[in-house]
């Protein structure tokens, strides 16, 4: 079939440059997994430097014109082309508990949700690479003092080593996005179990980032903390001044002093 026109509902921006598809390819390092798992491969620029490896690599592709040019095209993936959606799919269907890694040059309108949904996953997600809008890869690797560090940063790190590679110019994609992109790694951490309930983690991180402007103490009011644990210097802090280790200590202080 002809080539695949991109789809503006979707986000597409299909990269033409073929030393940055490999380059992205070559972030994994293929350890502690058998299988990858692309998402939103569109016409395999990114694909056909997997299935060089000696991995398994498995796509997920939401826009049936794509699967059609991917199984036309791609013989290698016959009963490796999952035509659903990433964010409802569940990928136990085809890793059954297995460790496998995610790759992408991720559609930008549901990128970040792509990190929550892998955060869901990260029992069996070892290794995360993709590209970004510049700002959003930038965002999940910032530390504590940035303008840009939020909730993304904190959770994500809270359980992965995360690294920024490089910068992807916009003159590279068909159609060209407005924006800059950036190719960021995460790699899960040894011990990525927290010593605290993550559930709370997720919610003090959460409740502290939408009143950034706020201390801790007044944009954590709603917990109904003892008047006690109140009086700790951390809730003088606004969130971006706290690194991934404090959040995780004032969860377990929460957990052990909440009224």
Known sequence: MEKVKAKKHLGQHFLKDESIAKAIADTLNLEGYDDVLEIGPGMGVLTKYLLEKPINTYVIEIDTESVTYLDENFPKLKDKII?????????????????????????YNISTQIVFRTLEYRNQIPEFAGMFQKEVAER???????????????LAQAFYDVEYL??????????????????????????????????????????????????????????????????????????????????????????????
Do not use: W
């Open 166 to 259: 490089f910068t992807v110019d916009e003159t590279v994609f068909i159609p060209p996005p407005k924006v800059k992109s950036g190719v960021m790694r995460m790699r899960r951490k040894e011990n990525f179990t927290l010593p605290c309930s993550e559930k709370m983690l997720f919610t003090v991180v959460k409740m502290a980032f939408q009143q950034r402007r706020k201390t801790m103490r007044n944009s954590l009011k709603a917990l109904n903390l003892s008047d006690n644990l109140r009086e700790d210097t951390i809730f003088d802090l606004r969130p971006e001044q706290l690194s991934v280790e404090q959040f995780i200590e004032l969860t377990q202080k929460i957990e052990a002093n909440a009224v």
């Open 140 to 154: 999940i690797c910032s530390k504590k003092g940035s303008k840009v560090y939020g909730i993304l940063s904190v």
């Open 83 to 107: 035509s659903k959606d990433f964010l409802r799919y569940n990928v136990n269907e085809i890793f059954d508990g297995k460790q496998f890694a995610i790759i992408g040059n991720f559609p």
